[in-house]
């Protein structure tokens, strides 16, 4: 039987195992959808922008949140 520790180790793992295998798509190739809300990315912003993943809504949050 598992404990909360080895669960959490589990779920880390699993985490960073589907980072690393959709690591090509920050890499290179933006994304049609947002990856924090799901919303649509503009076609523009995909073309200019490579390795694209965020919306510009969730874009200027994460910049907000880093600034503080």
Do not use: W
């Amino acid at each position: 039987m598992k404990d909360i520790i080895d669960q959490a180790n589990d779920l880390a793992q699993l985490e960073l195992d589907n980072l690393l295998a959709n690591r090509q798509t920050f890499i290179g190739e933006s994304v049609i959808d947002c990856i924090e809300c799901g919303e649509p990315i503009p076609e523009k912003r995909r073309r200019l922008i490579k390795g694209c993943h965020l919306c510009i809504d969730c874009q200027s949050l994460k910049e907000l949140r880093t600034k503080r």
